[in-house]
């Protein structure tokens, strides 16, 4: 079995910064896509930020420029920094990552169980 799970959550001024951190434990042969998503009360689910087994990323509107997605594959760990928040940045963060669980297997999607952020003076 595959977990991911995340940490770093908390309450944060408007204006400071936070780190999330996502760690994937279990049966991982290869990892391809890490994502970031979020989820604000009486919202959908939306993605913030993605990154590749390479590097490459991509970041919503609403977060480019302040927050940065990163990797250390060798620890299995997808990273969230975000920087200068907002009051509308307060949401539930959940980590997402395509994972092979051996050799020619299928990546399956899996979803970790979610962090709190919330962004208030």
């Known amino acids: 079995q595959v977990q991911l799970v995340e940490s770093g959550g908390g309450l944060v001024q408007p204006g400071g910064s936070l780190r999330l951190s996502c760690a994937a434990s279990?049966?991982?042969?290869?990892?391809?896509?890490m994502r970031w998503y979020r989820q604000a009360p009486g919202k959908q689910r939306e993605l913030i930020t993605a990154i590749t087994s390479g590097g490459s990323t991509n970041y919503a509107d609403s977060v480019k420029g302040r927050f940065t997605i990163s990797r250390d594959n060798a620890k299995n760990t997808v990273y969230l920094q975000m920087n200068s928040l907002k009051p509308e940045d307060t949401a539930v963060y959940y980590c997402?990552?395509?994972?092979?669980?051996?050799?020619?297997?299928?990546?399956?999607?899996?979803w970790g169980q979610g962090t709190q952020v919330t962004v208030s003076s």
């Open positions: 997402n990552a395509d994972i092979e669980t051996r050799l020619w297997s299928a990546a399956h999607e899996y």
């Open positions: 279990g049966t991982i042969f290869t990892i391809n896509a």
